[in-house]
């Protein structure tokens, strides 16, 4: 490349009439200001506002740009929404943009989606592009300005694409929003995320289980649950169990697997849970994570997380007026750990959460929905920490996680890669008793051992050593 010439950036932006409002001119006034701050002539920035699907081929040809950024809203099920006509919501679907980039392959160097959702344009335009940041969730304003200023401040510092897209995702945590995990950049090279998509392991018993490829069994209860969700109004659930009881990693199956694509679930694996998917919402709020803790910061995640307009300052009665009037989608609030959240969050008292019933009950239209996780029942939890807000008796299902059946339990085992012997598969059911961590902790060190040509019984020792610490699963009450 010739250095005296500009590397052209082509900055599309478009917000359908019939979506919420974004702040794309402020994004793209930050990214101005930084190219203006570096005083230098290697980038030029180009702009197309109220993109129309017919305005993007043009718009490439007559720019030649190496980097092409956008800006807007994506769909939960894969979509970038551009305009129409007049101005409302043009729905283009992954494969579409992904050929059109084919065409584009030997002059586009680096395509942004700063759009929810996007990882799946990235992932299938990353085919053809050198490299293609995505978004593997619901992103905020703030967050997605955040990573645009520090994505381009460090590129026209002279660092490379992929510097440049670790000091976005810091410039969010600089900021202390939660969402620094959601970008991701995939390359042509390797067709998979360079961030956050290395080989997974089989197995997983240090975090909770995230990808819906490696969550097994809760069928009972996931058909429960989504019952309460697919119908009008939709309906509140608690989710109680014991620690490391598989509370969490239910939470994120529920947020995740409807709108995860065949191809990365298992063959069979039911994903149809609701009709329609693509209208829902899902916020997950982690009680454990201490800015959550601040009342105003979780209000705010909210908003944002929905795609709102943050008022200044982010109170009760402001976000109530905005939730009542704006919220017109399916949308349902994750609330794990909410135990902590009631004993270590003096602000997040009992007006907090009458607040809460209200929108739930009264002021949404039937929209909305809080699946919460908890040691005990809510009402038990709110009694034990001194609340008494009618909140935490709208919950008119629970679910109790025990252990799984036996049928549930022996697909989680036969997803070993390698596999195990059927006196090691009796062994492992009637020693893990069927609980999801325990059937885990013992397959990986199976595999471990196979994996290293270990014919021996050691690895059932060491199995019933690793298990020790969540001896509590298998206790019975009284014991």
Known sequence: MNSDIPVKILFLAADPSDESRLRLFQELRDI??????AKTDKYQLEQQESVRVGDITQAIFDIQPE?????????????????????????????????????????????????????????????????VIGMNDAIGDKAAIAFAVGFYKALVANRSIEDAYQFGCV???????????????????????????????????????TDPRYFFGRNYELKRLF??????????????????????????????????????????????WLPHPENYKWIFVDFQDQRMANRERLLSYILESLGMKVPNP????????????????????????????LQRCPELDDAFWECLRSLATNSTDGNLAFILATHSSPVELAHNTGHSSPFFNIFGYTATLGALTEAEA???????????????????LTQSGRFPLLVQ???????????????????????LRQMQPFAHLLKTPGD
Not at 245 to 268: A, D, P, Q, V
Not at 448 to 462: A, K, P, T, V
């Open 227 to 272: 019952n309460l969700l697919k119908r009008h109004p939709l309906q509140n659930a608690a989710i109680i169990g014991k620690k490391r009881s598989g509370k969490t990693s239910l939470l994120h199956y529920l947020k995740n697997i409807t709108t995860t694509s065949t191809e990365n679930l298992r063959l069979n694996q039911k994903s149809d």
């Open 171 to 209: 410039e969010i945590q600089l900021y202390s929003l939660p969402e620094h995990l959601i970008p991701n950049l995939y390359t042509k090279e390797l067709y998979k995320p360079v961030i956050g998509r290395e080989e997974r392991s089989p197995f997983i018993t240090g975090t909770p289980i």
């Open 410 to 428: 022996r697909e989680l085992i036969a997803s070993s890669p390698i596999p195990f012997p059927d006196e090691d598969v009796e062994w492992i």
């Open 441 to 463: 902790i013992l397959c990986m060190e199976r595999l471990f051992s196979l994996e290293d040509g270990d014919n021996s019984d050691d690895w059932r020792d060491e199995g």
């Open 32 to 37: 101005k200001a930084r190219l203006q701050i």
């Open 314 to 341: 982010c109170n009760l009665d402001y976000f109530m007026d905005l939730m009542s009037e704006n919220l017109h989608n399916p949308t349902v609030i994750l609330l794990d750990e909410i135990g902590v959240g």
């Open 67 to 131: 980097i092409i950024h956008f800006s807007g809203h994506g769909k939960s099920t894969g979509e970038l929404c551009f305009e129409n006509e007049i101005g409302k919501v043009q729905p283009v679907k992954p494969d579409a943009l992904a050929a059109m980039f084919k065409l584009f392959s030997l002059q586009v160097n680096c395509v942004v989606l700063n759009a929810c959702y996007s990882e799946i344009q990235a992932l299938a335009i990353a085919q053809h592009i050198p490299f």
